[in-house]
């Protein structure tokens, strides 16, 4: 039998027939004099690991669902070349499952006095901050009996972003808002419009738009054109309470929220409003206030990486006083919450005239497509009574909306798909009308 490799060199030391040898270290070295030397020679000739120098570069920062790049610098100080074998370790969600240890695992060999990079891929499968582990090094000898191993502290993080899906509806929506402004089409006026210039009158007009005393100028008709009131303020709140916990669709009700949010807010600051955001249960736990346009959504993005759904039942009193607080004046808010029948009852129904009274309150809230096809379920009895179940959820849902409804209060209710153009749709009918 032709013999490779550690095999081949066992055997020629040792003496021992294959398939007869114990491969027992203690047993060999005992009775194996030359085995023992070439053990020990190995070992003596492996790059020492305490003295190796490690450095990190690469991304900080990654939207979930695409991949992130960290390189590790090994700089092996020693008169020894480095063989060695590596394991740089990062938590489970960093990697989609089943992939962790080919991702994290190399082999390198660094010259005397040289460094050698290796990169880690990393594919996060949750929102949040990923920060490296310990990395394990071990080096080899030139025969590859022996190795010395260590571990070593690098630190890094790397921030899992939103992954913001819905911006592909962004050009859409820009271009409703082109037309708001009177680019391509004429506004009815509203409370919050403003006159935008003259232009002669088609068929099809409003009346009301006419202006009579620069048509007196002037040999044609002419009317006015309005414009949405710029430098509103917008107010995003979003419910970090147990009910964001629920997941809908493989995903909790408050990713849904998070992205319709960003969507809202791109669209908003586009059209010159101002945007902040106050995510709340029992207590603040993210507040973006002041940013500029162009500064906005990185800095809700980067607030909203960490936000993580709270087992706690909201405080409807505080997430009101907060929300006063954070808009002193006549705003537009926003409350990305729960129509459970409960949570609005009795904790959002009593504060809710505080908002209206100074405010435009829009809720919005995640609802399920499962209800809805269990809705629609017949064929067998377990079909008929989970049908039943999901009209008599969708009832109460409808009568929650409608109870809002009547203090005044927007209520968009649409699945995680069509959450985010649904919310941005009714800003637009809100500018529209002329109500921010």
Same mark, same amino acid.
């Given at each position: 039998m032709?013999l490779?490799g550690?095999a081949a060199l066992?055997?020629?030391?040792?003496?021992?027939?294959?398939?007869?040898?114990?491969?027992?270290?203690s047993?060999i /070295?005992?009775?194996?004099?030359?085995l023992a030397?070439?053990c020990?020679c190995?070992y003596? /000739?492996?790059?020492?690991?305490?003295?190796l120098v490690h450095?990190r570069?690469g991304d900080?920062?990654?939207?979930?669902g695409?991949?992130a790049?960290v390189t590790?610098?090994?700089?092996?100080?020693s008169?020894r070349?480095?063989?060695a074998? /590596?394991?740089?370790?990062?938590?489970?969600?960093?990697w989609q499952?089943?992939t962790?240890t080919?991702?994290s695992r190399?082999?390198?060999?660094?010259?005397?006095?040289?460094r #050698?990079r290796?990169?880690t891929?990393?594919?996060?499968t949750?929102?949040?901050?990923?920060q490296?582990?310990r990395?394990t =090094?071990?080096?080899?000898?030139?025969?590859?009996?022996?190795?010395?191993?260590g571990?070593h502290?690098?630190?890094?993080?790397?921030?899992?972003?939103?992954p913001?899906?819905?911006r592909?509806?962004?050009p859409?929506?820009?271009a409703r808002?082109?037309?708001?402004d009177?680019?391509t089409?004429v506004?009815?006026?509203g409370?919050g419009?403003?006159?935008?210039s003259?232009?002669e009158y088609?068929?099809?007009?409003d009346?009301?738009s =006419?202006?009579?005393?620069?048509?007196?100028r002037q040999?044609?008709?002419?009317v006015?054109t309005w414009r949405?009131? #710029?430098d509103r303020? =917008?107010?995003?709140v979003?419910?970090?309470?147990?009910?964001s916990?629920?997941?809908?669709a493989?995903?909790? #009700?408050?990713?849904?929220?998070?992205?319709?949010?960003?969507?809202?807010a791109?669209l908003?600051?586009?059209?010159g409003d #101002?945007?902040d955001l106050?995510?709340?249960d029992?207590?603040?736990?993210a507040?973006?206030?002041?940013r500029s346009?162009g500064?906005v959504l990185p800095?809700?993005?980067?607030?909203?990486a960490?936000?993580?759904p709270? /087992?706690?039942?909201?405080d409807?009193r505080?997430?009101t006083a907060?929300?006063l607080?954070?808009?002193p004046?006549?705003?537009?808010i926003v409350l990305?919450?729960?129509?459970?029948a409960?949570p609005?009852?009795?904790?959002?129904?009593p504060v809710l005239?505080q908002?209206?009274k100074?405010?435009?309150v829009?809720?919005?809230?995640?609802?399920?497509?499962?209800?809805?096809?269990?809705?629609?379920?017949?064929?067998?009895v377990d079909?008929?009574?989970?049908?039943a179940?999901a009209?008599?959820?969708q009832t109460?849902?409808?009568?929650?909306?409608?109870q809002?409804r009547?203090?005044g209060?927007?209520v968009?209710d649409a699945?995680?798909?069509?959450?985010a153009p649904?919310?941005?749709?009714?800003y637009?009918?809100?500018?529209t009308a002329?109500k921010?």
């Amino acid at each position: 039998m032709a013999l490779t490799g550690r095999a081949a060199l066992l055997a020629a030391l040792g003496s021992l027939p294959v398939g007869i040898w114990d491969p027992g270290w203690s047993g060999i /070295l005992a009775v194996n004099a030359p085995l023992a030397v070439a053990c020990a020679c190995d070992y003596a /000739l492996a790059a020492p690991v305490r003295n190796l120098v490690h450095t990190r570069s690469g991304d900080t920062s990654v939207r979930l669902g695409e991949s992130a790049d960290v390189t590790l610098t090994v700089t092996n100080p020693s008169r020894r070349p480095l063989r060695a074998r /590596l394991r740089d370790a990062w938590p489970p969600s960093s990697w989609q499952q089943g992939t962790e240890t080919a991702a994290s695992r190399h082999r390198l060999t660094v010259p005397p006095g040289e460094r #050698r990079r290796v990169t880690t891929r990393l594919r996060p499968t949750r929102r949040g901050d990923r920060q490296a582990d310990r990395m394990t =090094i071990r080096s080899y000898g030139p025969l590859g009996l022996f190795a010395r191993q260590g571990t070593h502290e690098v630190p890094w993080t790397v921030r899992v972003l939103p992954p913001f899906t819905s911006r592909k509806h962004l050009p859409s929506k820009l271009a409703r808002l082109r037309e708001l402004d009177g680019r391509t089409s004429v506004l009815m006026r509203g409370e919050g419009t403003e006159f935008d210039s003259l232009r002669e009158y088609v068929p099809g007009d409003d009346t009301r738009s =006419i202006d009579w005393r620069a048509t007196a100028r002037q040999s044609a008709v002419a009317v006015r054109t309005w414009r949405p009131e #710029r430098d509103r303020h =917008i107010l995003l709140v979003l419910d970090t309470g147990r009910t964001s916990a629920g997941r809908v669709a493989d995903a909790p #009700r408050l990713d849904a929220s998070m992205d319709a949010a960003l969507l809202l807010a791109a669209l908003a600051s586009r059209a010159g409003d #101002r945007v902040d955001l106050l995510a709340y249960d029992r207590r603040v736990r993210a507040l973006v206030q002041g940013r500029s346009a162009g500064d906005v959504l990185p800095s809700l993005v980067d607030a909203m990486a960490t936000l993580e759904p709270e /087992l706690v039942e909201t405080d409807a009193r505080g997430l009101t006083a907060t929300a006063l607080r954070t808009a002193p004046r006549r705003s537009l808010i926003v409350l990305l919450t729960s129509l459970d029948a409960a949570p609005v009852e009795e904790g959002l129904l009593p504060v809710l005239p505080q908002l209206t009274k100074r405010h435009t309150v829009l809720v919005a809230s995640v609802a399920d497509p499962l209800v809805a096809r269990m809705a629609g379920a017949r064929g067998n009895v377990d079909a008929v009574y989970e049908a039943a179940a999901a009209a008599q959820a969708q009832t109460e849902r409808h009568h929650t909306a409608e109870q809002l409804r009547r203090h005044g209060v927007t209520v968009v209710d649409a699945t995680p798909d069509d959450l985010a153009p649904t919310l941005a749709d009714a800003y637009l009918a809100l500018k529209t009308a002329g109500k921010l």
